[in-house]
């Protein structure tokens, strides 16, 4: 099984700031097979990026991805106040899913 | 357009089973993997295993292995996810999603595992 591990666990920032979220897989993810969900309290997960860097449907431009080996970056360019939620990474790269531990991008 | 529809909540005893549904419509049925992931309350989520709705070939994440089952009726669009040997700590809220990666999901369904 792929582990991923997810740091940080929090991020405290501002609105309008940064933010760059990491996801490490223990292994070679296939192909990238990797992709970012949002999930707000009470609300199911919401699928951000696919194929570790392509957008889904309706997702804005702040929202980007990237790999470098088996290290994948979220990045928010700049945090709207909507942004603030927790984040996962996901391999789908193997028959065996896994999700990441999850980030909480909270307002400092 | 596409929606996958869950039961609201279950309550069961441990050592009893739960099959929970999630009835999809608003898109073919069967072209689409189904997920099961569950999340704990305050935890993270938990992926526990697909199934194809149109060969009924199913994946369990390992720790689930002989204890869960996926199934689908076709006929009625749905797909269900059945946990015995209930435990405490299988209390959490279980959500379907469709595809690969999961761009669609239900609501969840809240399972309470309580003597």
């Known amino acids: 099984e792929i582990v991923l591990t997810q740091s940080p666990g929090t991020l405290s920032l501002s609105p309008g700031e940064r933010a760059t979220l990491s996801c490490r897989a223990s292994q070679s993810v296939r192909s990238p097979y990797l992709a970012w969900y949002q999930q707000k309290p009470g609300q199911a997960p919401r699928l951000l990026i696919y194929?570790?860097?392509s957008r889904a449907t309706g997702i804005p431009d702040r929202f980007s991805g990237s790999v470098s080996g088996a290290d994948f970056t979220l990045t928010i360019s700049r945090l709207e106040p909507e942004d603030f939620a927790v984040y996962y990474c996901?391999?789908?790269?193997?028959?065996?899913?896994?999700f990441g531990g999850g980030t909480r991008v909270e307002i400092k | 357009q596409v929606q996958l529809v869950q039961s609201a909540a279950e309550v069961k005893k441990p050592g009893a089973s739960v099959k929970v549904p999630c009835k999809a419509s608003g898109y073919n049925f069967t072209a689409f993997f189904i997920h099961w992931v569950r999340q704990a309350p305050g935890q993270g989520l938990e992926w526990m295993g697909w199934?194809?709705?149109?060969?009924?070939?199913?994946k369990y994440a390992q720790r689930f292995q002989g204890r869960v089952s996926m199934t689908r009726d076709t006929s009625i669009t749905t797909a269900y996810m059945e946990l015995t040997r209930l435990r405490s700590d299988d209390t959490a809220v279980y959500f379907c999603?469709?595809?690969?990666?999961?761009?669609?999901w239900g609501q969840g369904t809240l399972v309470s595992v309580s003597s």
């Open positions: 199934m194809s709705p149109s060969s009924g070939d199913t």
């Open positions: 999603a469709r595809g690969t990666p999961s761009g669609w």
């Open positions: 996901q391999q789908y790269g193997s028959s065996l899913l896994t």
């Open positions: 194929g570790a860097s």
